[in-house]
DNA sequence: GGCTATCATTTTGAATGCAAAATTCAATGG
DNA sequence: CCATTGAATTTTGCATTCAAAATGATAGCC
């Protein structure tokens, strides 16, 4: 009995997209994106309604996103939106750290000049959006940075399980309103993550990553608690 | 809108258990524990005969082991037991490898001194299945012995995170047939990690919980190729 | 007036049914 | 004899249906 395959096949990605993985995908994006608000029950009729399918695809979906934790499954009662708890988000981040971590230190071993140019690319636009304030596109860029960095792993587990966290606290990380200051210390950090990138030193890269992540999210969450203080 | 949860409810988990988790767990189980050929194909009409459920929790149960990585589902024609190519068995591996570093990291410090001295057990109960050259025991005690380590991590998403991880690999894992030199070994990695753990030693017990696993799979790798070759 | 108990309605969990795609197998032609 | 084609059968994807649990509403009671 082989167990394990000697070799990857090609492994040709022309597969035909499902009703069911389409759901899932559209719902995940609702999800992520914050459209559906977390602790709220989510009838299935409603989404049914809204995908214009039928409930055994939806819920097929819904068990899916069960199991990747973007929402709760109630028994007999129905599925709600994942609430993160803090706790829960302090789990994440920590894992995701390592995770980061390990990226740049693969990254800076695996990734083709080519991939490097690119974060490049991405880094400037993202600092032409710092210049103009635009939060949105710089988030968004920023993101791609880190994913692209993450990709240049070359490691697809490694993809694959930071993308189902990142999905779990995406919701909560575009709420950051940075402020002046921490913004422009996030940007002077992607400049030192640019440059142990380019000199492909591994150990700094790794470092970097590593920090920037744990700083960006203690900022986010002290301006987070500061809200909620205020609020009450 | 509150994203985030101020603090983490008592969170009961008496939730009664659905068809679907039942199938879920039960079927996970039979790929895990290698009873189900890796690379066969799964007609959802015997799985549901085996179960004696109708198709509709069985389909959900697919995806769900789908999205776990454990099958893969073909568009129009069925699921197959996921194999293994050597390539995602190394990247699983190092994405492994870093969250035991990072369990040893945080275990030192977070452990009760009751769950080391149950780990402490647990490695007794171990050395003892290595005297009687119990294999089947060992592994059993092994597994244990570093979800413990895990767990003590205080860290619930690092705990699933690695859980499904190790699901893919587990069955690989356990094909291993130690040579008496090897399996010495690792025993004695076994005697630090217990004594770094015992002295709360961070650093030490994440290098060495890491190299274990490095080593450990090293080998395997090892004879599973070599076995290849001698089969050819 | 407020509270509990009972019943109707809605919603979920799982089985069944139906159409489309894939697989099997036999027959035909080279 | 082997390859190819095409119908019969099986299997999958999704919708529909049915039963059980939960929710909501109404009436009765304190």
């Known amino acids: 009995m082989a167990t394990v395959i000697p070799h990857s096949p090609p492994e040709q990605r022309i597969a035909r997209r499902s009703l069911h993985d389409e759901v899932v995908e559209r719902l995940r994006d609702l999800i992520v994106e914050g459209e559906l608000e977390p602790g709220k029950r989510v009838p299935e ?3 049914c ?4 399918i039928s409930r055994t695809p939806l819920r097929e979906a819904l068990k899916v996103l069960a199991s990747e934790g973007l929402v709760e499954l109630l028994p007999n009662r129905g599925a709600v939106v994942a609430p993160l708890t803090v706790t829960e988000l302090d789990e994440i981040i920590e894992v995701m750290v390592t995770l980061e971590g390990l990226a740049g230190m693969l990254a800076a071993s695996r990734m083709s000049d080519a991939a490097i140019s690119e974060v490049k690319a991405l880094h400037y636009e993202m ?3 710092h210049a103009r304030a635009d939060l949105h596109s710089y988030f968004k860029l920023n993101q ?3 994913l692209a960095i993450i990709a240049g792993a070359g490691n697809a ?3 694959q399980t930071y993308g189902a966290l990142n999905g779990r606290v995406r919701r909560f990380r575009y709420m950051a309103n940075l402020s002046g200051e921490r913004w422009d ?4 950090e992607h400049d030192e993550i640019l440059s142990a990138l380019t000199k492909r030193d591994a150990t700094l890269l790794s470092r970097l990553l590593s920090d920037h992540l744990r700083n960006k999210y ?3 969450k002290q301006a987070y608690q500061a809200g909620v203080e205020a609020a009450e």
Do not use: K
């Open 157 to 159: 587990t490694l993809v």
């Open 218 to 220: 203690q900022h986010l």
């Open 144 to 146: 791609a940075i880190h």
């Open 45 to 47: 009729r409603v989404l």
């Open 49 to 52: 309604e809204r995908f214009g």
């Open 185 to 188: 210390h996030a940007v002077a």
């Open 127 to 129: 600092l032409a959006c």
